[in-house]
């Protein structure tokens, strides 16, 4: 059973939360493990020196602000994807930013205009706002761009990796599975997108790991953002 392989009380509390409100409608049960952090709600996942950091939706750079600040600036190297347009504007804009109020070096942080699959091409996506909502094939008229990790770092270290990528978390760690395999990096990854994520991410990430420890976290009053922490002691 998937709860046999969570690493804490609390994560069990959070698994129970998320199950009582997908089964009854009643977010109550989410107040209780509600917390904020997200991504780094786990110590180990703060202020490591020499952190190469991979933001997979990096949305606006909030995500990776977050980790800027959780890290002090100090840190190897952090790539970011987003194949939103005006969030990707958005992004480079913040990242500027970044780059003058932590007197970081402009190749610490590098910005890619593709989303994480388990392919490189072209993929269609449906946008609401300008804010990409489905990564499926033929869901609407914006044409984005899409590359396998493995691809993109072509055989070169990470050691963090955080998706929150609309439901196409399988696909990313299905592309990035040699990455995972070879480097056994953090793992921070939304699994709230379909009922079934929880258990068929963790059972595939400890096919690939088998010394993948899990934690569970929830980040939200509402039932979103509940992410799997996975890492190597």
Same mark, same amino acid.
């Given at each position: 059973?998937?709860?046999?392989?969570?690493?804490?009380?609390?994560?069990?509390?959070?698994?129970?939360? @998320?199950?009582?409100?997908?089964?009854?409608?009643?977010?109550?049960?989410l107040l209780p493990v509600f917390e904020k952090d997200q991504y780094f709600a786990l110590p180990q996942y703060c202020g490591l020196e020499k952190e190469i950091y991979v933001d997979a939706g990096a949305y606006v750079g909030d995500s990776l602000e977050r980790f800027v600040w959780t890290h002090y600036g100090v840190f190897e190297k952090a790539i970011a994807f987003e194949p939103g347009p005006r969030q990707f504007i958005a992004l480079g804009n913040r990242?500027?930013?970044?780059?003058?109020?932590?007197?970081?070096?402009?190749?610490?942080?590098?910005?890619?205009?593709?989303?994480?699959?388990?392919?490189?091409?072209?993929?269609?996506?449906?946008?609401?706002?300008?804010?990409?909502?489905?990564?499926?094939v033929g869901s609407g008229h914006e044409e984005i761009r899409i590359v396998r990790l493995d691809d993109h770092l072509a055989g070169s270290r990470i050691s963090f990796l955080k998706a929150d990528v609309e439901g196409m978390?399988?696909?990313l760690l299905e592309g990035a599975a040699e990455t995972i395999r070879n480097y056994r990096p953090k793992l921070a990854i939304c699994v709230y997108h379909y009922p079934t994520d929880i258990p068929v991410i963790?059972?595939?990430?400890?096919?690939? @790991?088998?010394?993948?420890?899990?934690?569970?976290?929830?980040?939200?009053?509402?039932l979103m953002e509940t992410v799997l922490y996975a890492w190597v002691a």
């Open positions: 059973a998937f709860d046999d392989r969570l690493d804490d009380i609390r994560s069990r509390a959070v698994l129970a939360g @998320v199950l009582e409100t997908m089964l009854t409608g009643d977010r109550a049960h990242t500027g930013r970044l780059l003058t109020e932590w007197a970081l070096n402009a190749d610490q942080i590098e910005l890619v205009p593709a989303a994480l699959g388990d392919r490189t091409g072209t993929e269609h996506a449906a946008s609401q706002s300008g804010h990409m909502t489905s990564l499926a978390e399988m696909p963790s059972r595939y990430l400890q096919s690939l @790991v088998p010394d993948y420890r899990f934690a569970l976290r929830h980040h939200s009053p509402q």
